[in-house]
């Protein structure tokens, strides 16, 4: 069964303070791993996909990284409105070659103050 | 430039009635998804539909009927609702196999069952 554990579960910085999240997967055969921005009283809102170990995504002061056990979304010079929850999905790749469904995990919720 | 819109936004019924959520996308995407969103749970899959009249049930699929007879409307109904369904709901889609699989979501529906 695929596992998707998110930590922090919760992390309040001051602007400007970089931090990371982290994402650790368990899944038999990764396609693809996705980052999603959450605000309140909205839907996800898609940042980034991730496919191989090694690979990097970058928007704005965003980065994502990705490993075999896990991802990092890196927060450089954070501002009060990159405050959000942050979601990690995995989808995982079928014996038969064909894509499960997305895994979600808990999320990290950010708050970044003034 | 609509995208994936979903309606009712804010519902209120009693348990045992029947209740549908709306949701309908503008991209001619083959897949449409249902999620809920529960404190503690995440984002759980309810059910999927790859295209119109193919549907197949996801994680928690129990209490809840689909139906896709067009491309672009996706219906979620809630036969005898229970007060477990109380929960936000989201509409999702992305593309076909072969095109990029990060999903899309609408803006969402909190139900609540008194």
């Known amino acids: 069964e695929d596992q998707v554990t998110q930590s922090p579960e919760a992390l309040r910085l001051q602007e400007g303070e970089s931090s990371s999240l982290n994402c650790s997967y368990t899944v038999s055969g990764l396609r693809g791993l996705f980052w999603y921005r959450q605000d309140p009283g909205k839907g996800p809102e898609f940042l980034f996909t991730?496919?191989?170990a090694g690979e990097e995504k970058e928007k704005e002061r965003l980065k994502a990284t990705l490993t075999k056990k896990e991802s990092f979304l890196h927060i450089t010079a954070p501002k009060p409105e990159d405050s959000a929850t942050y979601l990690c999905a995995v989808q995982a790749t079928l014996s038969s070659g064909s894509a499960r469904q997305l895994t979600f995990g808990s999320g990290t919720q950010l708050t970044v103050l003034p | 430039d609509a995208g994936i819109t979903q309606s009712p936004r804010y519902k209120i019924t009693e348990t045992g009635r029947q209740v549908t959520l709306m949701c309908h996308q503008t991209w001619s995407h083959s897949y449409m998804f249902w999620y809920r969103q529960d404190l503690g749970h995440g984002l759980r899959l309810i059910y999927y539909s790859a295209a119109a009249d193919i549907t197949d049930k996801g994680e928690v699929p129990d209490g809840y009927v689909v139906s896709r007879s067009k491309t672009e409307n996706f219906p979620l109904t809630l036969e005898s609702a229970t007060r477990s369904q109380t929960s936000v709901y989201f509409c999702a889609s992305r593309g076909h196999v072969g095109v990029s699989y990060e999903q899309y979501f609408g803006p969402g529906t909190r139900l609540t069952v008194t």
């Open positions: 991730l496919y191989s």
